[in-house]
């Protein structure tokens, strides 16, 4: 496989990946077949899919600690922004000095 192939195949996953946390972080909602399927790939793993909130988490974690490893493209500003789950806030404000 020469260079180009494999980057271009890499571009290709992140994307994918990319796609995949945007679902996830907008919608709640995990697709077992999506994540396990996407995961097989980026891994070249054969895992069979669990159906348990817990396994899929896991998996959608480890895809988004992978694309945190990839080396950042110029075409993908904003590939930080989906890396990272919304900001969980408790009701109360800090204080202002």
Not at 48 to 70: D, F
Request: charged share 25%.
């Amino acid at each position: 496989m020469t260079q180009n192939s494999s980057t271009s195949k890499t571009e290709i996953l992140k994307e994918k990946v990319i796609s995949l946390i945007k679902e996830v972080n907008s919608t709640h909602r995990y697709s077992m077949s999506r994540i396990y399927g996407l995961y097989n790939e980026v891994f070249t793993v054969a895992e069979t899919p669990q159906s348990c909130a817990s396994c899929l988490i896991r998996k959608v974690n480890q895809l988004k600690s992978w694309l945190a490893e990839q080396p950042e493209e110029k075409e993908q500003p904003n590939s930080r922004e989906t890396l990272q789950s919304p900001p969980k806030t408790r009701g109360r404000k800090a204080k202002q000095h």
